[in-house]
C-alpha cells in the first residue's frame, strides 16, 4: 500500500525566511511523484512531477527535489503570498492519488 | 475556459435524501476521480475511472456511486445522505501522464 507523510504539518516564516518542507513515501513502483498547492476554499493547483530520484523541478521560488524515500519542496525567501498547504501525493498503477496530510505554511510579512 | 467543473459549489441535505454531485471537464481526459476533503483527514479517494464505461473504488466508497458513460462527465451520487458525509468533494482528471486538474469543489453539509 502507498503511503505518503509530510512534515511538518505546519510552518510559520517570516517574509524572506527560507526553508523546506518535507515529503516522505513508499510505494511498490513509483509513477511519479505531484506536488500540489492548496489554498483555502479552492481546488488543488498542480505544481510539479518528478518522476525519478536526483531530479529537481523549479517554479518561481520553488524547487522540489527527489530521492528514492523523500521529496522535498524548497522555498527560497518566501512571500506572504506563497502562503498555502502544499500537498505531496502518488499516483497508482489506474493513477488514483495518495495523498499526505499537507504542510500548511504560514509567511508573515 | 478549460477545466473541471463542478457544481453545484453549495449545498445542505437533510438526512436520507439524495443527490448527485456534477463533474465535467473539456481537456479529454481519459482518467476522473472523486476525493473528500475533511478536517485532519486530508484529500481521500472515493471512485476512480480510466476511461468511459470504466469505473472503480477508491479508500472511501461507501454510500456513493459513480457512472462514466461519456469522457467528459463523472458524476458522484449520494444514494442516503448521512451527517458523516458532510465535506468539501474535489472531482479531478488527468492524461495518462502528468499532473490532475482538479475542480473548484463542492461543499457538502448533511444535517
Known amino acids: 500500500e502507498d503511503q505518503v507523510t509530510q512534515s511538518p504539518e505546519a510552518l510559520r516564516l517570516q517574509e524572506g525566511e527560507s526553508s523546506s518542507l518535507n515529503c516522505s513515501y513508499t510505494?511498490?513502483?513509483?509513477?511519479?511523484l505531484f506536488w500540489y498547492r492548496q489554498d483555502p476554499g479552492k481546488g488543488p493547483e498542480f505544481l510539479f512531477t518528478?518522476?525519478?530520484a536526483g531530479e529537481e523541478k523549479e517554479k518561481e521560488r520553488l524547487k522540489a527535489t527527489l530521492t528514492k524515500k523523500e521529496s522535498f519542496l524548497h522555498i527560497t525567501a518566501p512571500k506572504p503570498e506563497d502562503s498555502a498547504t502544499y500537498l505531496c501525493t502518488l499516483p497508482g498503477s489506474a493513477r488514483q492519488l495518495t495523498f499526505g496530510s499537507g504542510t500548511q505554511l504560514t509567511v508573515l510579512p | 475556459n478549460a477545466g473541471v467543473t463542478q457544481t453545484p459549489k453549495f449545498q445542505v441535505l437533510k438526512t436520507g435524501q439524495s443527490m448527485t454531485l456534477q463533474c465535467a471537464q473539456d481537456m479529454n481526459h481519459e482518467y476522473m476521480s472523486w476525493y473528500r476533503q475533511d478536517p485532519g483527514m486530508g484529500l481521500r479517494l472515493i471512485h476512480y475511472?480510466?476511461?468511459?464505461?470504466?469505473?472503480d473504488q477508491g479508500e472511501v466508497p461507501n454510500g456513493y456511486n459513480v457512472s462514466r458513460s461519456t469522457t467528459e462527465d463523472f458524476p458522484l451520487r449520494l444514494l442516503s445522505a448521512a451527517p458523516s458525509q458532510t465535506s468539501v468533494y474535489f472531482c479531478?482528471?488527468?492524461?495518462?501522464?502528468?499532473?490532475?486538474?482538479f475542480g473548484s469543489g463542492t461543499r457538502l453539509t448533511v444535517v
Open positions: 479531478a482528471s488527468s492524461y495518462r501522464v502528468g499532473g490532475y486538474t
Open positions: 518528478l518522476y525519478s
Open positions: 510505494v511498490s513502483g513509483l509513477r511519479g
Open positions: 475511472s480510466v476511461g468511459a464505461g470504466i469505473t
